[in-house]
């Protein structure tokens, strides 16, 4: 199966989340990986949006439309951090 980069995910992923996540990063739970969600690999032909890990490919976030909502699993973030990082 074929994934595009994590761009696909981020119009959707800003609306359920409430604000705007295209300079979003995250540190995958199971390999521990510090990456821009632009970054991910994202794969569009499931039930939803599956947004993975671009090392070790877990599944970090779930995007998913049901009945006119939408509903979001970040479960395979260990953590998630909004805007750009700060500057020393």
Known sequence: ??????????????????????????????????????????????????MCCPECSAAEIVLVEIEHRLMLTVRGLATIRFGTPAQS
């Open 1 to 50: 199966m074929s994934h595009v980069d994590g761009n696909a995910m981020i119009g959707a992923l800003s609306l359920a989340m409430g604000t705007d996540v295209a300079d979003a990063g995250g540190v995958c739970a199971a390999c521990g990986l510090d990456h821009p969600l632009a970054e991910a690999h994202v794969y569009l032909r499931c039930p939803g949006m599956v």
